[in-house]
């Protein structure tokens, strides 16, 4: 068996893959204080529908891949590890002094950001090396040593190394952690910048290499306990932790290189969209939002490719830090079942960003939340069933709900309570429309002519209404949308990367040197697939290169299609895509124009999945199409009684009209009047929905 699991704001996901491909989907509580337990809970639930403990239910597990937030929820509360960082003697201020660019141009009032290591704790190291990775001055390995007096004497955690120019010749960064491990112990966390990001641009390198320092105590920890307590648990196979590339890593990978799960768990639902999509219409441009508890993710797949950034930032652009890693481009919001609703001085109505999370929770989980949240206007408005809310297993209350928006929202307005639902519903809409229409109109995509994909588990609640007003013609709602995130774990790769900075131009091109640094990152791909063993179906080298015209600042990635440069056809090839790509980013190109390549890599992507059933959860014997009816509310208070639909009972190609809610144990989808709705022969729920509507 596989075990996938996505550990979220409010629940924990899990989905496991049987020997048979038959896919089974579970939730437990997330817990904040110890996620690992929320993962553990999971797995014994799933340990208990299979009539076993959790010891026999665990050791039949082959593999077990995470997706967490952990380690961004620690930089953006602040509980990261107490880092310094030595830099060349001279330059003490990079962290400080950033790179160009403001968010609110004329805004002079926003306070310029911190560093993300403050200045008490910049160490400044005498030695220098130029660009082309000559030593101009020597180590002075007497100021790395008094510099690491000083660290001892703190109770700094860990160390950042990001000296100029190591990624041509890193010696000195080579020797100052050798030193680190002589004075401070070989397992004082520590991380050298030519080792984790061997680019350009020392602020990019820099912020990373201060950012996986600081990470690597908590997520060594984190890690270490997740794999023990599986250990312990008669877990015996390979553990594996989402990247932020949409990949994956072995965990004890991710331990020395934690800096890329900090976008692990949402860089996972692209990959289940763009499946269940393919499935439908490969040609169609794909919106794939994925409604947690917290926060509403977003992103858009188009021409079958995962969207990628170079430009991933922790917190807002140019307040937050950069990653200096490329990432799956996603988007959030401050808006998911559990945005909290509130009320200003003023009389305006606002969801989120507030979220009441998983402890305590939207007020109708009687759990000490008393805040009104989207998930209890859903179940005032008769969305959610009381009595079947993950299937029953956890018991909320309407009185709760009720009580929770009278008290913040309906009085405060002066309306009622069944119109302040209604608002808070339409309000939250509202804001995730608008946020659809940022990332599609600004790339060029109409958002009417791409199919949307709903996943997580507030999905159903709110997206008739959303593919509604953005003119959507189709809205899929996956078999396993619940589990979004957890299901593109297990549809996903092993991947690794590997760069090398090595400037040249194609007017005097050094092709036996750059053949001899691809044969390098090539070997280094292939050790790992040799390391992945006999898990590995297939596996795929991707070539690329960071290009620019001559007097650029900044340069594009391209890929190439050879593995060595054999002929001038092979460089004016390059040249060709370089060119073309180039015209599609900034709409002009210079085809007569040579090329300047700053970085080389490779990449590889390792096939573990054979499962040919792939997105499919078996059944549980439900036969009943209409069990039932139920009053459920849309806008100024209009009533209709909707048909409770079970969506695993539900029959391929069969067209049911709305009016109605389709239910399983782990979402509820919601259909107005004028929408209609079928089940494919993959399980997912399709929704047409029409585009005037007088309800919704």
């Not at 961004?72 to 160009?100: S, Y």
């Not at 996903?492 to 590997?498: I, K, P, Q, R, V």
């Not at 144990?665 to 007088?694: A, K, M, N, Y």
């Amino acid at each position: 068996m596989r075990f996938a699991t996505d550990t979220g704001g409010t629940f924990t996901d899990l989905i496991v893959e049987y020997d048979d491909g038959r896919w089974a989907m579970y939730k437990a509580s997330t817990t904040p204080d110890d996620p690992v337990v929320g993962v553990i809970n999971a797995l014994a639930k799933a340990a208990d529908d299979n009539q076993c403990d959790l010891t026999e239910f665990v050791s039949k597990g082959d593999v077990f891949i995470h997706g967490t937030t952990h380690a961004i929820n620690a930089i953006i509360t602040g509980n990261t590890a107490k880092t310094a960082i030595m830099v060349t003697k001279g330059h003490p201020d990079i962290l400080l002094m950033r790179e160009g660019g403001r968010s609110q141009p004329f805004n002079h009032t926003l306070r310029y950001p911190d560093p993300y290591v403050p200045r008490d704790l910049t160490f400044e190291i005498d030695e220098r090396v130029n660009y082309a990775g000559d030593i101009l001055t020597a180590l002075d390995e007497n100021s790395v040593i008094t510099a690491l007096d000083a660290i001892k004497n703190t109770d700094v955690e860990a160390i950042a190394v990001a000296l100029l120019w190591s990624i041509s010749n890193g010696a000195h960064e080579e020797r100052i952690g050798a030193l680190i491990e002589a004075r401070l112990g070989k397992d004082f966390p520590y991380t050298l910048s030519h080792r984790l990001n061997p680019t350009l641009r020392e602020y990019r390198r820099a912020s990373s290499t201060s950012i996986d320092a600081s990470l690597k105590p908590l997520m060594g920890r984190y890690l270490d306990t997740l794999t023990d307590r599986l250990s312990a648990a008669g877990f015996a196979g390979h553990v594996y932790v989402v990247s932020s590339q949409g990949g994956m890593m072995a965990a004890r990978d991710m331990a020395g290189k934690p800096i890329h799960a900090i976008n692990s768990g949402p860089s996972m639902a692209p990959i289940s969209g763009r499946y269940y999509a393919s499935r439908e219409n490969k040609d169609q441009a794909v919106i794939v939002a994925d409604t947690g508890g917290t926060t509403y993710d977003l992103s858009l797949v188009r021409d079958g490719q995962v969207p990628m950034t170079r430009e991933m930032w922790v917190g807002e652009k140019y307040l937050g830090h950069m990653t200096g890693f490329p990432s799956v481009d996603v988007k959030s919001i401050g808006a998911g079942g559990g945005s909290i609703a509130w009320v200003d001085a003023g009389g305006m109505l606002h969801v989120g960003p507030q979220s009441a999370g998983s402890t305590p929770g939207p007020a109708c989980y009687q759990n000490g939340g008393m805040d009104p949240t989207l998930t209890d206007a859903s179940l005032v408005l008769g969305y959610l069933d009381p009595d079947f809310f993950l299937g029953g297993a956890m018991e909320i209350s309407v009185p709760c709900a009720r009580n929770a928006i009278e008290e913040k929202v309906a009085k405060p307005l002066g309306i009622s309570i069944e119109q302040a639902a209604w608002d808070i519903v339409d309000l939250a809409t509202e804001n995730m429309t608008q946020a659809i229409v940022d990332i599609t109109v600004n790339q060029g995509i109409d958002p009417a002519s791409a199919i949307l994909i709903g996943g997580g588990g507030a999905a159903g609640l709110n997206s008739t209404f959303i593919a509604k007003r953005l003119g959507c013609k189709k809205l899929i709602i996956p078999e396993v949308g619940a589990a979004l995130s957890a299901a593109g774990a297990l549809l996903s790769d092993l991947t690794t990367e590997h760069r090398k900075t090595h400037f040249v131009s194609t007017d005097s091109f050094d092709m036996p040197t750059v053949n001899a640094i691809l044969d390098a990152l090539k070997a280094k791909c292939m050790a790992f697939v040799e390391e992945a063993g006999d898990q590995v179906i297939d596996y795929q080298l991707t070539y690329k290169a960071e290009a620019r015209y001559p007097n650029q600042v900044w340069e594009i990635e391209i890929p190439f299609a050879v593995e060595q440069f054999s002929s001038a056809l092979d460089l004016e090839a390059m040249k060709q895509v370089f060119h073309e790509n180039h015209k599609r980013i900034f709409a002009i190109n210079d085809t007569d124009s040579e090329v300047e390549i700053v970085t080389w890599s490779v990449s590889v992507r390792c096939r573990i999945c054979q499962n040919t059933m792939a997105g499919r959860l078996s059944g549980d014997g439900v036969e009943e199409v209409k069990a039932n009816t139920r009053s459920i509310i849309f806008a100024n208070e209009d009533r209709y009684e909707a048909d409770i639909i079970r969506f695993e009972a539900m029959k391929e190609n069969q067209t049911f009209n709305g009016p109605a809610i389709v239910e399983s144990p782990f979402t509820t989808v919601v259909v107005d009047p004028q929408t209609q709705f079928s089940r494919t022969q993959d399980g997912s729920l399709i929704l047409v929905p029409t585009q005037e509507t007088t309800n919704a």
